[in-house]
C-alpha cells in the first residue's frame, strides 16, 4: 500500500492511499488532508488499521507529535477510527468537531477532551490560515456531519460529498460531479434528505477554489458551480422520492 503525497492548496496537503480491492475494478482511494500552520490541523484520521501507514506518510511532511488538531466530517471508521492513536503520538493534538458530533460520540470516544464547535466557528491555526466548521447535518450522512473551509486559500475540505471511485488525479479542473453522481447510484452512500440540496448550495456561497474530496480528486476551479449542480441533483433524487413511496403503497 502506498500514499501518494501532493499539495493541493497553499499549505495544504492530501494524503492519498489506494485500495483496489475496494469497488474493484476501479478501486476506491482515502484521502487525508494537512493544513499547515503553527497549530497543524488534520482533516480525517484514516481507518485505524491504516494507522501504521498513515503516520509514516505524515512523518514525511511533519513529525506527527506536532500535530494539535484533529478534524473529520462524521463519526465513520475512515472518518476517525484512528482518533485515539493519533491523539497518543501527539501530545498537544486535540480534536475537534460540532455540538452534535462531540455530544453524541466524541466526548465518550476520544480519549482527550473534544474541542466543541459552534456552526461558524474559526479555528485560527496559524501562519494566516483560518478554519472554519459548518454544520451540515445529515449531508451526505450522519447528524453530526460537517464540513471545513480554509479561508485563506478558499478550499472546502469536503469529507464524502463528490465520493467517486478509482485512483485518479492528486488535483483535476475536470468534472467532479458526473463520477459522484455515479458513485452514488453504486453505493447509495447518502442519506437524502429534503434539505440536502439548500445544504450543499449554501456550501456554493463560500465559493470556494479548491474541493479537497476524500474518496476521489481534488477539484481547482469554480467549486460554487460544481456544488450547485450537486445540489441540484440531490434536490431532483430527494424530490422523486415520495413518488417511488407512493408507488410501492
Ligand atoms: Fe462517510
Ligand atoms: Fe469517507
Given amino acids: ?22 469497488a474493484p475494478p476501479a478501486g476506491f482511494t482515502f484521502n487525508q488532508f494537512l493544513v499547515l ?21 505524515l512523518s514525511r511532511i511533519i513529525p506527527p ?30 480534536a475537534a468537531h460540532g455540538q452534535t458530533g462531540c455530544l453524541v460520540s466524541l466526548n465518550d470516544f476520544a480519549d482527550r477532551a473534544p474541542r466543541i464547535l459552534a456552526d461558524g466557528e474559526v479555528i485560527d491555526i496559524g501562519r494566516g490560515k483560518r478554519v472554519r466548521f459548518i454544520d451540515t447535518p445529515h449531508t451526505p450522512h450522519g447528524w453530526d456531519a460537517g464540513v471545513m473551509y480554509e479561508e485563506s486559500t478558499g478550499t472546502l ?10 485512483d485518479g488525479p492528486a488535483l483535476t479542473e475536470g468534472d ?26 449554501s456550501l456554493a456561497a463560500l465559493s470556494p477554489r479548491t474541493l479537497a474530496i476524500m474518496h476521489g480528486p ?11 449542480a450537486l445540489a441540484d441533483e440531490y434536490d431532483r433524487r430527494a424530490c422523486a422520492q415520495p413518488a417511488v413511496a407512493a408507488e410501492a403503497a
Avoid at 157 to 166: A, K, N, R, S, V
Fill in 65 to 94: 507529535e506536532q500535530l494539535r488538531w484533529i478534524a473529520y466530517g462524521h463519526f465513520e471508521a475512515d472518518e476517525c477510527g484512528a482518533m485515539n492513536e493519533w491523539l497518543a503520538v501527539a501530545p498537544n493534538a486535540q
Fill in 37 to 57: 500552520g503553527d497549530e497543524p490541523l488534520m482533516f480525517h484520521t484514516g481507518l485505524r488499521k491504516m494507522f501504521p501507514h498513515n503516520r509514516e506518510a
Fill in 1 to 22: 500500500m502506498e500514499t501518494r503525497i501532493d499539495q493541493i492548496a497553499d499549505g495544504i496537503y492530501r494524503l492519498s492511499t489506494f485500495v483496489p480491492d475496494i
Fill in 176 to 201: 467532479v460531479v458526473g463520477p459522484s453522481i455515479a458513485a452514488e447510484d453504486l453505493f447509495k452512500y447518502s442519506s437524502l434528505n429534503p434539505a440536502m440540496g439548500t445544504t450543499i448550495r
Fill in 157 to 166: 475540505l469536503c469529507g464524502d460529498l463528490f465520493t467517486q471511485l478509482g
Fill in 218 to 228: 481534488s477539484f481547482s476551479g469554480d467549486g460554487a458551480a460544481a456544488l450547485h
